[in-house]
């Protein structure tokens, strides 16, 4: 309701007030849509006047402390400047607000998407704010000025309307809120006149206090006189006497809705797509788990192979060997490659592997049932939410930043897991050789820390540090170690040691193959390979 007819009048007259007699020293943009006019004072020498020529939300307010910006500033009818600025006006039949200057005058049109402001000099010359065909020139003859608090155009007392459909064809400016409040009070009050109640309500949006909040009933931010019976606002409600003060309250509390909506949905993607995705892997870890551990099986193949190894020779596929336990025979497959003696610790080393990945599956699977349980309380917490700035605190805690998709300098995508250890440190994990180069050379900071696996094939690994003057706690270096060897040959080592540096210590010569880099210093830690504690895979 802020830009109807009404509103922009009581606007006129309390920035004519305000701003007349004064100059106007700058006029620019940087913003789109926005006009800026300096119009400092000794008070505010950082005062402005804004003029927004969204359709959506054309409006003008005075800003106290306004600075403009050092870039991307676009500068607008400086020919003219300074210029004396004398009164401010409204036409009497139309939303087109007049700037009296000393050099000609400054135009606001509120016209939809002909929304714009223009300029015409004493000498006849027009210039636009948005470049538009549309001129003014000849129409702005044909309109009557005023700077006066009142409405005069309505003859409240014309025997020829009916009913209020016959007024809002005559005048415009009687929206939707304006008639429903006149319905509103027909239905409370003595009956009267429908112009009666049009006189009164339209004294009250020129003179009474504004109410700006949110309308749960109408689902949005409203901009009202406190004596409306037709609007409520219990949320973010306040009161204000004067319309530039309730206009940029309604202008921030908008915003904020605006972005509730927008929080309101990324959540529930947010929590639709994660929910789903640890219930899938929570069914996986529990297929694994029931299926139960072949470590005893292969620890008894090594075993079977042991007291064969007489029978086993380099390049068979497969030996047949009687189990005494129940007289079955055993088809136990071989490496051709390998000698006896390999494909007898092969097995030894797979029924290793295989315990310590059950156990890790164990693991993971109450760390995943943890996180997920967590995420649906939050989730049904989110569900009971209503406030604006609870939604943004949710919002704020729980919603990652999402990653731009990062390409390498030959334009292969660069492949990597992204960690995120305690809600606060990111740890980036190459995938490949070619993204082990980018990550280590071209990704990392120069003081960001730098991991691999000691003496072993494995990931680079980099701890971004985004404060150098806080540090990074020894723990986070730990548990970043511990990660490096995971994602090494060391991933099934009960222990495994970890070279780290700083970024800026590791280099790359010419001709290096890919994956192969040259540390200038660097430290060493003996870690247990694992994914940590409170840390959680950001990427899949």
């Known amino acids: 309701m802020f830009k109807n007819y009404f509103y922009l009048l009581r606007s006129a007259f309390e920035l004519n007030g305000s701003l007349g007699d004064s100059t106007i020293v700058d006029i620019y943009s940087q913003e789109k849509d926005l006009l800026f006019l300096s119009i400092p004072t000794q008070i505010n020498p950082d005062q402005h006047l804004v003029i927004s020529t969204n359709q959506q939300f054309p409006y003008l307010v005075v800003k106290s402390n306004h600075r403009k910006a050092k870039r991307n500033v676009a500068h607008f009818f400086e020919q003219f400047l300074p210029l004396k600025l004398i009164s401010i006006q409204i036409s009497e039949s139309d939303r087109l607000i007049k700037l009296s200057l000393d050099k000609g005058s400054l135009y606001f049109a509120v016209r939809g998407n002909k929304t714009n402001i223009h300029f015409i000099s004493k000498t006849g010359e027009e210039e636009l704010f948005k470049k538009t065909n549309n001129s003014l020139i000849d129409e702005v003859s044909k309109h009557s000025f005023s700077s006066e608090l009142e409405f005069k155009n309505i003859d409240y007392n014309e025997k020829n309307f009916k009913n209020l459909t ?38 009250e949006i ?11 009933e109408m689902e949005k931010v409203v901009f009202y006189p406190n004596s409306f019976n037709s609007m409520s606002t219990k949320e973010l409600s306040k009161e204000f006497d004067n319309f530039n003060s309730a206009l940029q309250y309604y202008i921030s509390t908008f915003y904020r809705q605006f972005s509730k909506k927008n929080y309101s949905k ?13 219930a899938n892997k929570l069914n996986k870890l529990k297929g694994r788990i029931e299926a139960g551990s072949n470590d005893k099986k292969y620890y008894a193949y090594g075993n ?30 071989l490496d051709p490659k390998l000698a006896p003696k390999e494909n007898i610790d092969r097995y030894f080393e797979k029924a290793k592997d295989e315990k310590l990945n059950f156990n890790k599956s164990l693991e993971l699977f109450n760390l995943t049932k943890e996180n997920y349980d967590s995420l649906k309380s939050d989730y049904e917490y989110f569900k009971s939410l209503n406030s604006i700035k609870e939604i943004e605190t949710l919002y704020n805690r729980i919603i990652k930043k999402r990653e731009k998709k990062i390409t390498m300098d030959s334009g292969l995508k660069f492949k990597y897991w992204h960690y995120k250890i305690d809600e606060q440190y990111h740890v980036y994990v190459g995938r ?11 990704f990392s900071n120069q003081n960001d820390y730098w991991f691999h696996a000691r003496g072993l094939p494995g990931s680079h690994v980099v701890l971004r540090v985004d404060n150098v003057k806080e540090g990074v706690p020894k723990d986070i270096i730990k548990k970043t170690a511990s990660i490096a060897a995971y994602h090494s040959k060391a991933k099934t080592a009960g222990t495994a040691p970890v070279s780290y540096t700083f970024a800026k210590f590791v280099h790359k010569k010419k001709g290096m193959a890919p994956g192969k880099v040259l540390l200038s210093k660097e430290n060493s830690l003996l870690v247990k390979p694992c994914i940590p504690k409170n840390c959680e895979l950001i990427n899949e």
Do not use: C, W
């Open 206 to 216: 020129l003179h009474n206090n504004i109410n700006v909040g949110y309308s749960q």
């Open 266 to 278: 990324e959540l529930d993607n947010y929590f639709d797509k994660e929910l789903s995705k640890k």
């Open 432 to 442: 490949d050789s070619k993204s082990n180069d980018y990550l280590s050379i071209k």
């Open 166 to 203: 016959d007024v809002k064809k005559k005048y415009p400016m009687i929206i939707k809120e304006i008639s429903n409040e006149i319905l509103s009070r027909e239905n409370i009050t003595t009956p009267l006149p429908f112009t009666d109640h049009l006189k009164d309500i339209i004294n």
């Open 304 to 333: 079977y192979l042991l007291a064969n190894i007489h029978n086993l020779k380099k390049g068979m596929e497969n030996i047949s060997i009687t189990d005494y336990s129940n007289k079955d025979e055993l088809l136990i497959n």
